[in-house]
């Protein structure tokens, strides 16, 4: 498998624009994540998913922020409209959990997003 | 989910052995201890996860005492590579907070030559 695969890495794009940053996940894993990253703020989580339905969206900031995952294989993160203290590395992991021991997460490379 | 504490930094030498401590005093009956390494521009990596007393991998090792209100993870004979940011994460990894991963600070390890 080719692990958790993001796009874009870099999105550049104007205040007040709309992003959507995409993430597809390891097959088979039952789990979903997204996080953003910055200095202040360190490492947060957004929302989560399991079997494609969200469990937990109290991380996600605002009603800006949208997350779907229509299905097992896909999922989208979007932020309409767009604003420059949004600019983070966002980061989508996966996982398969309740397996005992050893259930770790795996993520992607990240989506390093600038609003201008 | 039980709050964790760590060392904000570290420094050491290449070939030394390193130890980060963490720290969660609230840690529930369900909870495993996780740990993450996350190199600059990149997502964080599985490193080890633990329950009670030693657990060891080709990695490092980590360490809970009895009362596992800490762990300590052991990296043997670092090198310049293993400069990076480690996390400890505390949680229910079987049921209902399974999903539920949270990272806290971390602590950025700093190798010298």
């Known amino acids: 498998d080719a692990g958790v695969i993001q796009s874009p890495r870099h999105e550049v794009t104007e205040m007040g624009q709309e992003v959507t940053l995409r993430c597809k996940p390891i097959s088979g894993h039952d789990y979903l994540f997204w996080y953003r990253q910055t200095m202040m703020r360190g490492l947060e989580l957004l929302i989560y998913f399991n079997n494609n339905v969200p469990i937990d969206d109290s991380g996600m900031p605002e009603d800006r922020f949208s997350a779907k995952m229509p299905n097992a294989s896909f999922s989208t993160l979007k932020i309409q409209p767009s604003e420059p203290r949004d600019s983070a590395v966002y980061f989508c992991a996966s996982s398969l959990f309740g397996q005992g021991l050893n259930t770790e997460a795996f993520f992607g490379q990240g989506t390093r997003l600038t609003v201008v | 989910l039980a709050k964790t504490t760590q060392p904000i930094s570290m420094d050491s030498y290449e070939g030394q052995e390193v130890n980060i401590t963490c720290s969660h005093n609230?840690?529930?009956?369900?909870?495993?201890i996780t740990w993450y390494q996350q190199f600059p521009s990149q997502g964080p990596r599985f490193i080890i996860q633990?329950?009670?007393t030693k657990v060891t991998n080709e990695v490092a090792s980590l360490f809970i005492p009895a009362d596992r209100k800490s762990s300590t993870l052991s990296l043997p004979r670092v090198s310049l590579s293993d400069t990076a940011v480690y996390y400890c994460l505390v949680g229910d990894m079987l049921y209902n907070q399974g999903g539920k991963l949270i990272f806290g600070q971390g602590t950025e390890l700093s190798v010298k030559p």
């Open positions: 633990g329950y009670k």
């Open positions: 609230n840690i529930a009956t369900n909870d495993y």
